[in-house]
């Protein structure tokens, strides 16, 4: 400050951008400093929105083009919007990949029955997930994805979705990395969410719904795999 | 015509006009072919694989893991904080507590860190630079109370503090005292512990930019630096030169690294023998361990790395070096995983055990073109070296900015060069995967718990009530006027380990010598420490103006 920078740039490798950046942008708030500071070195994608949300310009992980550091660089000194092309793009959910569909039904028995008997799979897994109070089943496909039929046992919300439209595709569950992480993220960006909080799903996996109005009426689930014991 | 790294050309086809004298055999000065007779056959590289990270708990639990698996050594890896003598308690040290490696905030964590590994069998290797002689005064004391005797006491502190500030930046005090310092703990420990090396000194400058002609002359030029300032206390070069290690970066350049290791050894050689006068052949040999990884890893499709760490350990088996740190291939992301540690390891196996390397010394010797290559490097280090000595020596090319400013210039025309795809990065600028493969990829990513730093926080500051305040300001107070003294801080630094003080912690120590330019210092470790700081700022204010 003293010396009128234009640009904070740091470079962290040890894994700790989040708490310097946050005590960083914290000092400069309270100094009053209107001076952008943009951060590079290991940080792992997920982390990145995050670090933009503190209120760091822009994040440069393994690999950034030189170009674009300089490019963004130049415009946060000249007080310029970062171009486009050097802007990285956001790492929203982060979803590493399709999880599972769901479909809502009222009689489990006889929709596992029929699924069986049309796609000629049989049923990978089934349980009573307390949490959700539903009955699920899983047809697990050789590409890792699911699809899964959900009941509800007690689950009102999914009685009144059942009511409503009856036995139908309910859901899209998205595996997420961290998923307290990512709802943290989210909920900062105001993004409506059933849970703010990773809760416990079937097979052992940690999940959260998102409301539907933050996806076009589409109701989306992050799920946090399980860590299955290495064999 | 193509060219090396370090831009030396390189020719189509290698003849018997390409090559000079065939050098001596192995064992034989100047060590070009290799520092002993039999080289791998007597005894194999060390496989040292780094690892910490969290509680001293952790550290061990994986330390007990790799030496399960089969590694020979062990390499401790330090936070940031142990690094730099900042207590795991203080505000300073947020977010960085067990990070890039265990905690380490007083005796008692050292003690637990080798709980059940038995140090008069298993060699440490520590990275700690600024703060080597208050982790080296902890270790020995850890292993006296294993009863293990001080010639039994073997391993390494990194201990080099110049490339702190030619390349890592982790320095605690000016150049001159960081100096002393350093050159105090080895005339120190070369007359109490035969078996261990107290420097290592460390070619991070290869990482930060430099090309390997470079890198081999920075570190030989670092080494001139030490030996010139032990000489310059009156040692004999003998007494103190067969302890000097070094440790080295290989990347994927495979015939131009094992080139690199056959000319340092020879530059080595002679500049002990003819320019510092010592005797013994011991003193002579260059003893070197390295790192597979580090820059040459990506962060793109990460499994290629294994491919690289593969070519990197074959190069360095077949150059001849004692100890090997292969990087894990999830090295750009996080800590290694058991699985990338174990892979790491693996990879050092299969190079030793399947591939019959170790059978012969120096395989490649008598190749025209390793032989030819091996001359033209031997050239391109020289010249360097002669750069920097007539710019007063490396501590005055460091002081002048010098070295950090062709590092950066180095760094810089490398990232050109990859996004000009002048030089290949398969998987980066060559061949990448379109799509998925290219974004982040799905690894699982180790991290220190939150609760470690927790812990390291809550032990220190339970040491800190427990010690007998009185005592430990008294060791403290010696050891500071011991600094302001020319005499050895060595034996200050360890013989309060053996008065009640020994619980003083890690920051107490370093700041008590910590001079007061250091702007981002604060004052602020509570209890004992800042009554004697107060009397040390005093003392700083005076002797800086």
């Not at chain 2, 020979?72 to 960085?96: C, N, R, V, Y």
């Not at chain 2, 109370?145 to 702190?164: F, H, P």
């Not at chain 2, 793109?300 to 292969?326: D, M």
Request: hydrophobic content about 40%; some cysteine.
């Amino acid at each position: 400050m003293q010396e009128d920078v234009d640009v904070i740039g740091l470079s962290i490798l040890s894994g700790a951008h989040e708490s310097i950046c946050r005590r960083l942008v914290e000092e400069l708030k309270k100094q009053k400093a209107d001076i952008p500071v943009v951060v590079g070195g290991i940080i792992p994608a997920v982390d990145h929105e995050g670090l933009r949300a503190l209120g760091v310009a822009a994040v440069f992980g393994p690999e950034s083009p030189l170009g674009a550091v300089v490019e963004t660089v130049r415009a946060l000194a000249s007080g310029q919007p970062i171009p486009e092309n050097a802007r990285p793009a956001p790492a929203g959910i982060a979803a590493t990949r399709l999880d599972h569909t769901a479909i809502c039904v009222k009689d489990i028995r006889a929709s596992i029955a029929l699924i069986e008997d049309i796609l000629g799979q049989k049923a990978a897994h089934e349980e009573y997930v307390p949490a959700q109070k539903v009955d699920a089943a899983f047809f697990d496909f050789p590409n890792g994805a699911s699809l899964e039929l959900v009941c509800p046992r007690g689950n009102a919300g999914l009685e009144k979705f059942l009511e409503k439209r009856g036995d139908a595709l309910h859901h899209l569950a998205l595996r997420v990395k961290d998923i307290d992480a990512v709802l943290k993220r989210l909920d900062a960006r105001g993004v409506p969410l059933v849970d703010k909080v990773g809760r416990p799903g079937a097979r052992g996996h940690r999940v959260a719904f998102l409301h539907p109005k933050a996806f076009g009426g589409t109701l989306l689930e992050l799920v946090e795999a399980h860590e299955e014991p290495s064999t | 015509m193509s060219t090396t790294r370090s831009g030396i050309e390189v020719k189509p086809v290698y003849g018997p006009d390409d090559v000079g004298q065939p050098p001596p055999p192995p064992g034989e000065y100047p060590f070009t072919r290799g520092i002993h007779p039999n080289m791998y056959l007597g005894k194999l590289w060390t496989m040292r694989q780094y690892a910490g990270f969290g509680t001293p708990r952790e550290t061990n639990q994986r330390f007990k893991y790799l030496l399960g698996q089969g590694q020979t050594g062990l390499s401790l890896a330090l936070d940031l904080p142990t690094q730099l003598g900042i207590d795991a308690d203080d505000p300073e040290a947020e977010g960085e507590v067990g990070k890039v490696g265990v905690s380490i905030g007083s005796l008692a964590d050292m003690e637990e860190l080798f709980t059940g590994i038995p140090l008069g069998k298993v060699s440490t290797s520590m990275t700690i630079n600024a703060t080597a002689p208050i982790l080296l005064a902890m270790y020995e004391e850890a292993a006296r109370k294993q009863g293990v005797a001080d010639d039994r006491i073997s391993g390494t502190v990194q201990n080099d503090l110049l490339k702190e500030f030619g390349a890592r930046g982790a320095w605690l005090f000016p150049i001159e005292p960081s100096m002393r310092l350093a050159c105090d703990l080895i005339e120190d420990t070369v007359k109490r512990l035969p078996r261990f090396n107290p420097i290592s000194i460390a070619s991070h400058y290869r990482d930060a930019g430099a090309n390997p002609a470079e890198e081999m002359a920075y570190t030989l030029c670092a080494g001139k630096a030490y030996v010139e300032n032990l000489l310059a206390r009156g040692l004999a070069a003998d007494s103190f030169a067969p302890r000097l290690s070094f440790f080295f970066y290989t990347y994927t350049n495979f015939f131009e690294e094992v080139a690199k290791y056959r000319a340092g050894r020879r530059i080595w050689a002679r500049l002990l023998k003819e320019k510092y006068g010592a005797k013994e052949p011991e003193s002579w040999r260059l003893r070197a361990a390295c790192v597979c990884g580090g820059h040459s890893l990506t962060r793109a499709e990460p499994l290629n790395n294994i491919a690289r760490t593969t070519l990197e350990t074959f190069a360095v088996a077949c150059s001849g070096l004692q100890s090997v740190f292969t990087a894990a291939y999830d090295e750009a992301f996080a800590i290694p995983t058991e699985l990338s540690a174990r892979t790491a390891l693996r990879v050092q196996q299969v190079v030793a055990y399947e591939t019959e390397v170790a059978q012969t010394v120096d395989p490649l010797g008598g190749s025209y073109f390793v032989e030819a290559l091996t001359d033209r490097m031997e050239e391109a280090i020289g010249k360097t070296m002669a750069e920097i000595d007539e710019r007063g020596g490396f501590v005055e090319a460091l002081r002048s900015g010098y070295v950090q400013q062709r590092i950066a210039q180095r760094a810089y025309e490398h990232q050109r060069a990859v996004e000009k795809g002048d030089v290949a990065v398969v998987g980066v600028n060559k061949f990448r995967t379109v799509g998925e493969a290219h974004e982040e990829p799905e690894m699982e990513i180790t991290s220190a718990s939150p609760e470690a730093a927790r812990e390291a926080a809550t032990r220190v500051a339970r040491v800190k009530k427990e010690r007998e305040a009185r005592k430990a300001r008294a060791a403290l107070r010696a050891l500071s006027e011991a600094a302001a003294g020319q005499g050895n801080l060595q034996p200050h630094i360890r013989c309060s380990w053996e008065s009640p003080a020994s619980t003083a912690t890690t920051a107490v120590r370093a700041s008590s010598r910590r001079p007061c330019a250091t702007p981002a210092w604060r004052w602020c470790t509570p209890g004992c420490a800042r009554a004697f700081r107060r009397s040390r700022r005093r003392r700083c204010r005076k002797t800086s103006t």
